[in-house]
């Protein structure tokens, strides 16, 4: 093989290797780009479902707020009436214990 020979096989070689690496990296970056896409489909739906779930615990805080809030109610109206029962409670036993006192 002369130098001649050598040359254009060298550079036959080289072509098809760069054409070879071409196809190769265009294809890697259809690739990246297809991951790309992907995570921004990702983190949009991230940041979606991001929004909702904030929206829903808003919701179920104010429903909480609100619960507590009527609880909180209910449980003073029981106090209430227990402190009535019990002030009438001592005054009849007040009454009862001067009913049966030996000086009356």
């Given at each position: 093989?002369?130098?001649d020979e050598l040359k254009r096989l060298f550079e036959t070689t080289h072509a098809e290797t760069r054409r070879h690496f071409d196809v190769v990296a265009e294809d890697l970056r259809?690739?990246?780009q297809a991951v790309?896409?992907?995570v921004i489909s990702v983190s949009e739906r991230l940041d979606n479902f991001r929004t909702e779930v904030k929206e829903e615990?808003?919701?179920v805080r104010s429903m909480i707020?609100?619960?507590h809030a009527e609880l909180d109610r209910r449980v003073r109206t029981l106090e209430d009436g227990q402190h009535k029962l019990e002030e009438i409670v001592s005054e009849l036993q007040a009454r009862?214990?001067?009913l049966?006192?030996?000086t009356h």
């Open positions: 093989m002369d130098d259809r690739d990246i790309a896409e992907g615990f808003a919701e707020k609100f619960s009862v214990e001067r049966e006192s030996p």
